[in-house]
């Protein structure tokens, strides 16, 4: 073996030339210090680490040179007796994240310095050093001081700030995105619950968006979300956190409001905002914004469950028509399988024969003469009875059969009129969506064609909406419409973001004014006479007539004839009947319309019929409740109550309203509020604050979101209180006129 072994390392020497002699070795003993100090030297002075000292006080008395001139000091300064503590700054964005003491803390402690992140003060520009050190204790144990290293690490650290800030921070707003809006909110949300306060979550999505993404290409849809993240900046100012979560959809925490007075009304103002013109590189976009609220812990106590609550209310404000913002309640969830069947079923309703149209005469305002009938659809679906255009229309243009349904519309209407006199024509509603689309003008051809209608009997109504994209491409429409021989309305006006110079462009033959204008136009508390005085002699200088839409009671009459519109519409001269019941009425030879209808307008009053509570003594009685204002009610079910008396009406969900009785008559009683209700978005009227579950959590409850019998778990304990009055069913009078 040993032969082998020799061989090969022969071998291995083999090459005849001469073996360098390996340099000595010199290694740098730990006694001498001259050596190491060059070491050190050339380590700092080449910029990889440097060196830095303290004393027990906390003040700088050593720094590597090389990063002395880091420090940008003025001549004759030196950085030798600085504190630590002012010459490394936090950085104040990692701060506000990271669970790391400050390092002000660490030094007071005299612990390790780990690396950490510090900013350089007095330098020029930002300087970012990693430090670390450890404390320095002599042999008794007194502490002496810090030996630290130190490093510059600016040239990463911008770009990892960039990317930390890009993972919490929407890009192209600079609002906080989805991931950082769920933290804030969760940790809100824990932190907020023992101090028992409230958070209120807004969800925003914007109306039409989509519709100047196609139009007027994404990076016109870009600038346009920049442009809502400031006014949404503008207006919620430091009041609570925006963030987007992607795509057109915003969210707003908002800490300690439940009062649901204020939030709609700052929901309110946000969707006015949004909803006013943007320009564009010189173009022109209007989109509108809905709105879902949800307040914790009310609506929900965790953040998830408090976003779904949001998201559903949100949800069900698109589908009552847009524009609108609307709290959470728990009876939306059925609002929303209501919504679902409504998709499912509308796809039928053409082939099943469920769409009719109705006429609802426009007269002239002089003498109540029919001059156009509005056609306006009714689905009769086979087991939920009559639903309105109002909830479908807005899901057929989301799904996308509204071209169906505008279709089927047209060819029907064409065909009754052709029945008519000719002095009477019909005006059928157009969408926008509709109205969008490539072959819409060959469609209003095919109709007129089809049915042989005179096409002068013909009017298309187009709300404002059309005004937005392509402009160029909606004025030819008109014209190319106008060439066929139909007349042009132009329906809803003043909802929406007419701008008076296209008015003036646009070939319309009529105006119509909103019904909001005309709503309670007789009031002193609004200026709508003054609007709908404008309106009309803007139309009459444009050769254009006016109807007034909605007119419900001979007040309103009285001050939109005084204001000069030429044209009438509205319940007090007829509400859409059948096509038959038109017919037989032109047979007759009756043109003319009487109003007949109350005589005044009675604000914010509703007709209502649905069982709530009412608490008196402790017992929670069962009452018909039959109308309703913002101020007080008409309740039925309690016989004889003493003027005076003060109750609590329970209308669910934890809304309780103080009363008291001021008109009493047999089983019939007028109560009126102690605080007024307010609107709930979605036309209907709520209580401002509700039963907190933090209080039925107090009465040894778990702590849950409010449930319809919110009251009841509240009021657990009192049960089997007396009754002081007697409660007669009145269930059997549905009938009867309140
Ligand atoms: P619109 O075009 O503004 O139609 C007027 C609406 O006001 C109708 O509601 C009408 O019944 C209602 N109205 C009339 N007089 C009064 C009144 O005195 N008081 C009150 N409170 N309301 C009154 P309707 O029939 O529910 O239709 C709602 C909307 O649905 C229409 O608003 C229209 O935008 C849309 N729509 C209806 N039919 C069609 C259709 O065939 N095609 C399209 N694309 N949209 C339609
Ligand atoms: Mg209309
Ligand atoms: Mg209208």
């Known amino acids: 073996m040993a032969g082998l072994f020799s061989k090969l390392t022969k071998s291995a020497v083999e090459p005849e030339q001469e073996v360098p002699e390996p340099a000595p070795l010199k290694p740098i003993s730990a006694s001498d210090l001259q050596r190491r100090v060059e070491l050190l030297d050339s380590l700092e002075s080449a910029g990889l680490g440097w060196f830095w000292a303290s004393d027990s006080k906390g003040r700088l008395i050593y720094l590597s040179e090389a990063a002395t001139q880091k420090l940008g000091l003025e001549e004759g300064q030196s950085a030798v007796g600085m504190p630590l503590s002012e010459l ?25 310095i780990t690396p950490m992140t510090v900013r350089l003060a007095g330098t020029q520009g930002e300087v970012w050093w990693e430090i670390a050190a450890k404390p320095q204790f002599d042999e008794n144990d007194h502490f002496t001081g810090y030996r630290g290293s130190a490093k510059d690490i600016s040239a990463t650290h911008e770009s990892r700030r960039d990317a930390e800030k890009l993972s919490k921070f929407d890009s192209l707003t600079g609002l906080s995105n989805r991931y950082r809006m769920t933290k804030q909110l969760t940790s809100t949300l824990t932190a907020f619950r ?13 109306d039409r968006f989509k519709q100047v993404n196609d139009t007027m290409g994404h990076p016109a849809g870009d600038e346009l979300l920049k442009q809502v993240a400031a006014r949404l900046k503008r207006l919620i100012g430091d009041r609570g956190e925006i963030g987007r979560l992607g795509g057109d959809e915003f969210q707003v925490i908002l800490p300690d409001i439940d009062d649901r007075g204020v939030l709609g009304d700052l929901g309110q103002r946000v969707i006015q905002m949004l909803s006013q013109p943007y320009s564009i590189n010189g173009m022109r976009a209007v989109i509108g914004s809905s709105m879902g609220i949800a307040i914790a812990p009310y609506d929900g106590i965790d953040a998830d469950e408090l976003v779904k609550a949001a998201d559903l209310a949100l949800y069900s404000a698109k589908g009552e028509g847009r524009g609108q913002y609307r709290f959470y309640s728990s009876d939306l969830k059925e609002g929303v399988k209501h919504r679902h069947r409504i998709e499912e079923d509308l796809r039928d309703a053409i082939a099943k024969n469920e769409l009719q149209m109705h006429y609802q005469p426009i007269v002239t305002a002089e003498k109540h003469t029919v001059e156009c009938m509005e056609a306006l659809m009714r689905w009769e679906h086979s087991d939920r009875g009559m639903i309105s255009p109002g909830d479908f229309i807005p899901v057929a243009e989301d799904v996308g059969i509204i071209r169906e349904l505008g279709e089927w519309a047209l060819l029907e209407v064409c065909n009754q009129v052709k029945l008519w006199p000719k002095s009477v024509r019909a005006a059928v509603n157009v969408s926008a969506v509709q109205f969008a689309s490539d072959d819409f003008v060959k469609v209003v051809r095919g109709a007129l064609q089809t049915s042989g209608v005179n096409p002068a009997q013909i009017e298309l109504e187009i709300t404002e909406s059309v005004f937005v994209g392509d402009l160029d491409r909606t004025f030819r429409l008109f014209r190319e419409l106008k060439e066929l021989g139909v007349k042009l309305a ?49 139309a009459e200088a444009l050769d254009m007539e006016t109807v007034a839409e909605g007119v419900e009671n001979k007040d309103e009459l009285a001050m939109v004839q005084k204001r000069g519109a030429s044209h009438l519409q509205g319940i007090l001269f007829s509400r859409a009947v059948p096509a038959q019941e038109v017919l037989d009425r032109f047979e007759r030879g009756a043109f003319e319309y009487e109003p007949l209808g109350p005589e005044k307008y009675r604000p914010d009053r509703r007709t209502e019929f649905r069982r709530i509570g009412l608490i008196h003594d402790d017992h929670r009685y069962k009452v018909m409740l039959r109308n ?22 329970d209308f669910g969900g934890g809304q309780l309203a103080v009363a008291t009785v001021k008109r009493s008559e047999g089983f019939s009683q007028g109560v009126e509020f102690e605080t007024p209700l307010i609107n ?59």
């Open 194 to 206: 023992s101090a028992k306060r409230s958070v209120a979550l807004m969800m925003l999505d914007l």
């Open 628 to 649: 309703l204002s913002k101020t007080g009610a008409k309740i039925e079910g309690l016989l004889d109550v003493p003027l005076g008396t003060q109750v609590v009406l």
């Open 88 to 112: 490394f700054l936090p950085d104040n964005d990692q701060a506000a994240e990271s669970s790391e003491r400050p390092l002000k803390f660490v030094l007071a402690a005299r612990n390790s």
């Open 680 to 738: 709930d978005g979605a036309d209907g009227l709520c209580t401002r604050h509700r039963v907190s579950p933090y209080q039925i959590e107090a009465v040894g409850r778990p702590l849950t979101s409010l449930g319809n019998d919110a009251y009841a778990a509240l009021a657990g304990n009192v049960k089997g209180a007396s009754k002081a009055f007697i409660e007669v069913d009145i269930s059997g009078t549905a009938g009867v006129a309140a």
């Open 490 to 538: 132009l329906d809803d006006f003043g909802t929406g973001y007419s701008s008076l110079s296209y008015l003036r462009d646009a070939p319309f033959d009529k105006i119509k004014i909103d019904q909001s204008f005309v709503r309670g136009c007789s009031a002193d508390d609004n200026n709508n006479a003054a609007i709908i005085a404008a309106i009309v002699s803007l």
